[in-house]
Structures are given as C-alpha cells and as structure tokens.
C-alpha cells in the first residue's frame, strides 16, 4: 500500500534522511528520481517551475516507487498547503514563516480540528492511503509534517515561539536566504561559518522542543555534514542541479 504512515516516526528515528528536490516542471523527473536511493522527494513550488497540475501528477508517481512526497509552496499560499495534502503528500514545507502568526496559518491550513481548520477533501490522500475517510481524518494529523522554514533574522529571533506553535512539526533551515539575511544583503553564502552558528543554535532548539530539523545542502558532501551535526532530514541539491553537475562533469571527461 502507497501509504507512508511511518514517515514522521521514520524522521526521528535517529537515522537521517536524504530528499531529492524538484523544481523541473515535468512529473517524470521527480518519478524518476524518487527511483533513486533518496528517503523523499520534495517538489519544490516557491522557486521551481513545477506548477500545481505537474506537482499533484507527481505526487502519486512518487508514492509508486515507494516514497513520501512533500511539497514546498510559494510564500503564504498556505491554501496550496492543504490541496497538496489533499492529493497525497506526506508533508509542507513553507518559505519565510518569520511571525507566530505565519506558523499559525500554516498549522490552519494543513492540520484538521482541533489542532487547525484543515478543509476535509482529501480524495488523492485517501487513494494513496487506502483509508477510510473516519480513519484518515483520525490519522493524517500525525502523518503528515508541517514544515516552518527559518530563512530570516526574525524567524531565528522567535524559533522558540514558532516550534512551540501547536501543528508545527519541525523547523527547515533556508541556509541561502538566511545567509543573505546574516550578511545583511551583501552575499549568498550558505556554508558561511555565520550561517553554521546560526543553524548550530536553531538545530539545538528543535532538539530542545522535540521537534524535526530538516535543512537544504547544497551538495552530498555538505548533506553529510549536516547529517552528522544531528538534522533529521537534509535536502540534496536539485534536479536542475543534479543535470548542469552531470553535463559538466561529461563534457569536462570528454575534453580533457
Ligand atoms: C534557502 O536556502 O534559502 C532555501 O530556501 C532552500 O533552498
Ligand atoms: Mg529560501
């Protein structure tokens, strides 16, 4: 059965997981690379040009191969959030939550009463899943994971607060953003030394609350590392920059 109810336990479950990211437009390449060895997929709708349609059509091809997908939406369409949801995914991951009020709205729009006010609607989830409507609105709460991404000086500011918002299952470190919010606009640099004690403190406070630390890396390499500092969930480069690597490593073969 499609269905990935040990998901949230699986990302506390002190081994870390690694997720393909997606943003090429075509639902194959996320099925394609949900074939490979990662633990998800996520599709990534803020920055990719995946859109809604190809991203609900990924969805199942995804949990074909046997894997969750989680989608990231675009800022505050927290809407989006629950019709993911509805057609399967396994979890959100929303850019810039930078007030309590941000967090709040997410855990709304993705968590059913009385956590939130999630729309009942899930007929892709129900599909996927296999269950009855009265057992999926009992479950989904717990398996499905809601994602505050802490990309900002104010969202470190208040981390305290946004993991202590009911609904909120973890904190995903946006370390670009969060580099350029640290050098105050003068850099992208997501493996600065600033940008490691910023997420060496914002991964100590997910621990403390007993919540997930999930986080970007912009390669395998610096996936292994993050890995080991204790996240649960780290997030591996990109489709588009998985084939540009490719392309150049080939052609860099081919010329020398
Ligand atoms: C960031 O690093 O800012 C992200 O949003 C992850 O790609
Ligand atoms: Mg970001």
Not at 10 to 15: A, I, M, P, Q, Y
Not at 45 to 58: C, E, K, N, P, R
Not at 66 to 79: C, E, Q, T
Not at 120 to 130: D, F, K, M, R
Request: overall charge negative; aromatic content about 6%; charged content about 20%.
């Amino acid at each position: 059965m499609p269905t990935h109810p040990s998901f949230p336990k699986r990302l506390k479950g002190g081994t870390p997981l690694f997720t393909a990211w997606c943003g090429l437009p075509d639902p194959s390449i996320a099925a394609t690379l949900a074939r490979e060895d990662f633990d998800a997929v996520v599709l990534d709708t803020q920055h990719g040009s995946i859109d809604f349609a190809a991203s609900v059509q990924a969805i199942p091809l995804i949990a074909a191969a046997g894997k969750p997908a989680i989608v990231r939406i675009p800022v505050g369409d927290f809407a989006s959030a629950s019709r993911y949801l509805d057609a399967g995914a396994s979890g959100i991951i929303a850019p810039m939550i930078n007030t309590v009020e941000d967090a709040k709205r997410l855990a709304a729009f993705t968590k059913f009463p009385p956590v939130g006010e999630r729309s009942w609607g899930a007929y892709g989830a129900l599909a996927l899943t296999g269950l009855e409507p009265g057992e999926y609105l009992r479950t989904a709460n717990d398996l499905t994971v809601s994602f505050a991404m802490v990309e900002t000086r104010e969202a470190l500011a208040i981390i305290d607060d946004i993991l202590a918002v009911p609904g909120i299952d973890g904190v995903f470190i946006g370390p670009s953003d969060l580099s350029i919010a640290l050098s105050g606009g003068k850099g992208v640099e997501p493996t600065s030394a600033e940008v490691d004690r910023a997420l060496d403190h914002a991964l100590a406070r997910v621990k403390a609350a007993g919540k997930i630390a999930a986080i970007y890396a912009v390669s395998g390499a610096r996936a292994a590392e993050l890995s080991a500092k204790g996240f649960h969930m780290v997030s591996i480069g990109s489709d588009m920059s998985m084939l540009r690597t490719g392309a150049h490593a080939a052609l860099a073969a081919a010329r020398a």
